[in-house]
């Protein structure tokens, strides 16, 4: 097989930036080591930046997004006693949208089927090849049990932090660093089949932790708790879930929505960031360089930030034989990446509690400040919607 961009993962970042390349004339092929009914089937984030939904329609992709989407003008601020809203148009002149990353990857998944480039799934054995020639190549086993070998000009890696891409660039001797914080917190997520009561997320501070009101759709809800990284699911009773919802998002005048639970789980928390992310003609995006705790909601839009600045690099490097943009790479997506791993941390310090009451003083400290300071609220609305490319 022969194609010009090699891509490995069929993730948010692996098919938007086969779709973007697309555009631009430039061939793609795309290898994904899972099926595709579960890959369209991982519930991951929800929350789309202003940057994300004008990306995703520019590339013809805003069509249901823009029909079952949900815009969202910003987010309410809860501790007991107080839940205040954040205007995002005011602050800022942007907003977000709720629309599941699931539903981003069926859109990409069904444009691609649907004539675009070449999207294999169920490969195994994937192995990546010549990574510092000008012609690397992938090895891999496709779903009919054949081994293949898949010639490039470039690789991209958006197979996350599992995936083979981020160990080849490792052992390239590049002086690669990492940055990993684990959080001594997780997040227990569920769905449920429960109209939303609230017309905006609820971020809410409370002595017996963190809770975070989302939303699917106007029928579905999508809520968190935080607790401790040694629970179990098994130990937490759809009843046990509700009345810790009911306890942390407590305010006179309002009732929690309650229905069935059709999904639940527990999400560790952690900061990951390496650098470079770039070895010859392998580069990553997405996952594969850099993991965020989901509170900045900032996972899948620093995936498409990637995207966006590698497929410009891509296609003057292919089309007219210029370099400096895949030279620049790396260190302009790390700008964007340590802010918004700073900004996600801030968010996650300021809104769980530690058990510690020194601590929690300072939390509904700086919590008052962003709901009594059109500064302080502004910086929040500018990094929450995401920063202008």
């Not at 999207?119 to 891999?140: K, M, Q, Y």
């Not at 809770?211 to 759809?238: G, N």
């Not at 993991?291 to 620093?302: D, E, Q, Y």
Request: proline share 5%.
């Amino acid at each position: 097989m022969r194609t010009q961009v090699g891509i490995i993962g069929a993730g948010p970042a692996g098919l938007l930036l086969s779709r973007l390349l697309a555009l631009q004339g430039i061939d793609s092929v795309v290898l994904e080591n899972r099926s595709r009914e579960y890959v369209e089937a991982r519930v991951r984030a929800g929350i789309l930046e202003q940057n994300t939904v004008d990306v995703l329609t520019e590339a013809g992709m805003g069509d249901r997004l823009h029909r079952e989407g949900l815009e969202h003008r910003g987010i309410h601020l809860q501790y007991p006693g107080v839940r205040h809203q954040l205007d995002f148009p005011a602050l800022c002149g942007r907003r977000v949208w709720v629309y599941g990353q699931t539903e981003v990857v069926k859109d990409l998944v069904a444009a691609q089927l649907a004539g675009g480039p070449p999207l294999l799934f169920d490969v195994s054995d994937v192995a990546v090849e010549d990574v510092d020639t000008d012609s690397p190549r992938i090895r891999f086993t496709d779903a009919d049990g054949v081994a293949r070998v898949l010639e490039c000009d470039v690789v991209a890696g958006t197979d996350g932090f599992h995936g083979p891409s981020r160990a080849v660039v490792a052992e390239g001797g590049s002086g690669q660093q990492l940055w990993e914080r684990t959080y001594p917190y997780a997040w227990l997520g569920i769905l449920a089949d429960a109209p939303p009561a609230t017309d905006e997320l609820i971020y809410a501070w409370h002595p017996d932790g963190f809770a975070l009101y989302s939303m699917r759709s106007p029928s579905v809800s999508r809520l968190y708790l935080q607790v401790d990284p040694s629970e179990r699911i098994e130990d937490w009773s759809d009843d046990r879930i509700w009345e810790g919802l009911a306890t942390r998002f407590a305010l006179d005048g309002w009732e929690l929505s309650t229905g069935r639970i059709t999904e639940k789980s527990i999400l560790p928390m952690r900061s990951f960031v390496s650098a470079p992310m770039r070895r010859g003609r392998l580069f990553l995006a997405g996952d594969a360089a850099h993991i965020v705790p989901p509170t900045g909601a900032k996972g899948l839009n620093l995936a498409v930030a990637d995207v966006v600045l590698l497929s410009r690099a891509l296609v003057r490097l292919l089309q007219d034989k210029e370099t400096d943009l895949a030279d620049a790479y790396s260190d302009t997506a790390l700008r964007r990446v340590w802010r918004a791993t700073h900004f996600s941390w801030w968010m996650t310090s300021m809104l769980h509690t530690s058990g510690d009451a020194f601590d929690a003083q300072l939390q509904l400290s700086q919590l008052r400040r962003v709901c009594s300071s059109e500064a302080a609220a502004r910086e929040l609305a500018e990094n929450y919607t995401g920063l202008p490319y």
